[in-house]
């Protein structure tokens, strides 16, 4: 008997990536197709219908083998069935992305927040190992994040829950993208590492981070990265720094939620070491001790591909099939 299969989405700025799996989250392919902006991104959807169709035929599968497709997307998804609110970065708003995508590939269709799902996919077959609680943050060009608890991934009650980069660090901060200030991605995400770094650049033009701006006229988090490993200090305080600010929001989430796994995503995880360990340094300052014991925070396994394992296996959530 041939297997079932799994279709695994993740909807991004510039690329879609797409997987084919079995129930047990082997991929048996997976690849990429450009999205199209154009038009307010009205053309997303039909691409994406027509390219799982395309693949289906190629792998010769046939449609009775398919569960259905899991899509992770951008922006505030609304229902079970994925209305898509809005969707700055592909041009989407009020789009019924689920009913629209069954439509076209007539094949049940299942849609929740890309963040959320990459936190699905990493608990799934990642550094998770299917933890009860748990919670994951990105550390991207912004933060995203995405909770699990008791089992349920949450969305809340207008799909908001676990927008763990607008959780408000500073008052008086910087201004975030979503109107307020001093949101945690103004700190941790990418771009607010190189803005503590020009602020550094900024008040000490003699700095190692001034010399690199001069020569380079840029400066981004992979450089603080780099320069802290050469022992730079400069770079290691705002290692610290992001790293104090991100202990001290996860040992509030860690109060409500209780989690046994934290998970760090996201390029700016690639810090490595030093990040995790200053962040978990903060972790235990700021926890209650019953949570520090009970929790321990890794860096994520799956990189770009925890999307596709989470919208594979929101299906099988969603058709209660869990195994």
Not at 120 to 127: R, T
């Amino acid at each position: 008997m041939m297997e079932n299969v799994l279709i695994g989405v993740d909807i991004g700025g510039t690329t879609i990536k797409i997987g084919f799996l079995t129930e047990d989250g082997l991929i048996l392919n997976k690849y990429e197709i450009p999205t199209n902006k154009n038009n307010e991104g009205m053309q997303i959807i039909p691409d994406l219908a027509q390219s799982i169709k395309n693949k289906t035929k190629d792998l010769e599968i046939s449609q009775e083998r398919i569960l259905g497709i899991g899509v992770g997307a951008p922006g505030f998804i609304v229902g079970d069935k994925g209305y898509v609110e809005e969707a700055v970065n592909i041009g989407w708003k009020k789009i019924d992305l689920g009913n629209k995508l069954s439509e076209e590939s007539q094949l049940p269709v299942f849609v929740e927040n890309d963040a959320n799902l990459a936190a699905l996919g990493e608990n799934w077959k990642g550094s998770g190992n299917e933890a009860s609680n748990f919670v994951a943050i990105t550390l991207g060009t912004g933060v995203g994040g995405g909770i699990i608890a008791n089992g349920q991934l949450l969305s809340g009650v207008n799909g908001t829950a676990g927008e763990i980069g607008h959780i408000t660090v500073n008052p008086d901060g910087y201004p975030c993208n979503c109107g307020k200030n001093g949101c945690l991605e103004t700190v941790a995400s990418a771009t607010g590492i190189a803005r503590q770094a020009i602020k550094v650049i900024e008040t000490n033009p003699s700095s190692n981070l001034a010399k690199h701006y001069h020569e380079h006229r840029d400066v981004s988090s992979k450089d603080v990265f780099d320069l802290a490993r050469t022992g730079d200090q400069d770079c290691q305080r705002i290692i610290d720094r992001t790293g104090d600010v991100l202990g001290l929001v996860l040992s509030n989430i860690a109060t409500i939620v209780n989690p046994s796994k934290i998970v760090i995503g996201g390029g700016v995880s690639k810090a490595g070491k030093p990040l995790l360990d200053a962040i978990n340094q903060s972790f235990c300052i700021y926890a209650l001790e019953r949570l520090t014991k009970a929790c321990s925070i890794e860096t994520a396994q799956l990189g770009n591909d925890a999307g596709i394992y989470g919208a594979a296996y929101l299906v099988k959530e969603r058709l209660g099939n869990k195994k």
